[in-house]
């Protein structure tokens, strides 16, 4: 299917009242619904253009509790291709907790230490309504667990535990992520 620049949604940014609101369940008639699948490839197609590794309905102002995201490929696992996953449901596995560092496409230019749980336990339905249960940990259960916030409608700012992390990217990657050599 050929991808178009209509099939980019617009991502909404932090101050539209529908980030802010818990997202309503997606209802049984879209499992299997062009709409759902409609919905899915534009939520593809707008995480990649903007370059980001996930993207929740809530965040191109849909109140639907679903979000698609990807992994990429690391020393520590492979790459997880996009999945859409709806009506999720998480829960953590233990109480290790561990910071990184977050982005995120509503709020735009900025980046910051968000603690995060170490594993969770991830319950969902997919887009032709099948059940999926699986485990994440690590960058995987991080994603998960921001796109769920937004379906609360949390974003990571208010996950902080401190402001003083917080820094435009272009400081970011200049003095956070710089390499200690140079």
């Known amino acids: 299917m050929v991808e178009t620049r209509s099939d980019v949604l617009e991502v909404i940014r932090l101050g539209h009242p529908v980030l802010r609101m818990r997202a309503e369940d997606v209802p049984e008639n879209l499992f299997g619904s062009a709409e759902l699948e409609e919905l899915k490839r534009k939520l593809e197609v707008t995480m990649a253009e903007e370059g980001g590794v996930g993207l929740a309905a809530p965040q191109v102002a849909e109140s639907l509790r679903c979000f698609i ?15 859409l996953l709806v009506n999720p449901v998480i829960k953590p596995i233990g ?15 900025l980046r910051g230490l968000v603690p995060r749980y170490r594993r969770i336990k991830v319950k969902a339905r997919l887009l032709d309504g099948q059940s999926l249960s699986f485990t994440a940990d690590g960058f995987h259960a991080r994603v998960i667990q921001h796109e769920y916030d937004h379906l609360d409608g949390i974003v990571y700012l208010d996950r902080m535990e ?6 435009f990217e272009e400081e970011w990657e200049r003095y956070i992520l710089k390499d200690p050599e140079s």
Do not use: H, K, T
């Not at 401190?162 to 820094?167: G, K, Q, T, Y």
């Open 69 to 83: 995201y990807w992994v990429p490929e690391s020393d520590d696992s492979p790459e997880i291709s996009p999945r």
């Open 95 to 109: 109480r290790e907790v561990e910071e990184g560092w977050e982005g995120c496409l509503s709020v735009p230019g």
């Open 162 to 167: 401190s402001p003083a992390s917080l820094a």
